[in-house]
Every structure is written in C-alpha cells, then in structure tokens.
C-alpha cells in the first residue's frame, strides 16, 4: 500500500519561497510517476508539475520559470520549489503517484 504525506506547506508573502516535499511509503516503481497537482478553492485539480517518461520535468505554464520539481529516490521524496510566489498560487498541494495515489495535502497560502 502506497502512502504519500505533503509538508512544507504555510503562509507566505507574495515573491516569498517555500519548499514543499511529499514522502511515500511502501512500493514505489519509479520516482518518475510522481507529480504535483494543486486545487484552489472552487477550482478544479490541476497538474502542477510532472516529469516524463525520460526524467525531464514538465510544468504548468502558469508556474513555468518559478517553481522546480525533483526527486530523491534513496528517501522516496518528492519535491516542488516553489519560488517568486503569487497570490495567485494559493491552494491545497497534493503529491501523487502514477494518479491513482494521492496525499492528504499541504495548504499554501500566499498574501498580497
């Protein structure tokens, strides 16, 4: 049974960082099935950050340029750098694995 739990997750001001991280437990395949979504409130779930099937990450246009994705395989921990953050940011951060494993979440939230 895969577990995944987010942390990092807090208040900042706006062009503040944070780092947010999510780690699993139990089998992982490959680290590379893992990603970053995020769900604002009375917004849908978006993709946040992936990376494909060659390791390369891939972004949202919206986070392009100021967030990065990363992996520590040997922890089994996922990461998303968030940096330059805007209000606009603001919502609950998920990790999942593969899509079908999902943690409970970490709120960011970012003031103006």
């Known amino acids: 049974q895969v577990q995944l739990v987010e942390s990092g997750g807090g208040l900042v001001q706006s062009g503040g960082s944070l780092r947010l991280s999510c780690t699993a437990s139990?089998?992982?395949?490959?680290?590379?099935?893992m990603s970053w979504h995020r769900q604002a409130p009375g917004k849908e779930r978006e993709l946040v950050a992936s990376?494909?099937?060659?390791?390369?990450?891939n972004y949202a246009d919206s986070v392009k340029g100021r967030f990065t994705i990363s992996q520590d395989s040997t922890k089994k921990t996922l990461y998303l750098q968030m940096d330059s953050l805007r209000p606009d940011d603001s919502a609950v951060y998920y990790c999942?694995?593969?899509?079908?494993?999902w943690g409970q979440g970490t709120q960011v939230t970012v003031s103006s």
């Open positions: 999942s694995e593969s899509g079908v494993h």
């Open positions: 139990g089998i992982i395949f490959s680290m590379y099935a």
């Open positions: 990376f494909s099937r060659t390791g390369s990450a």
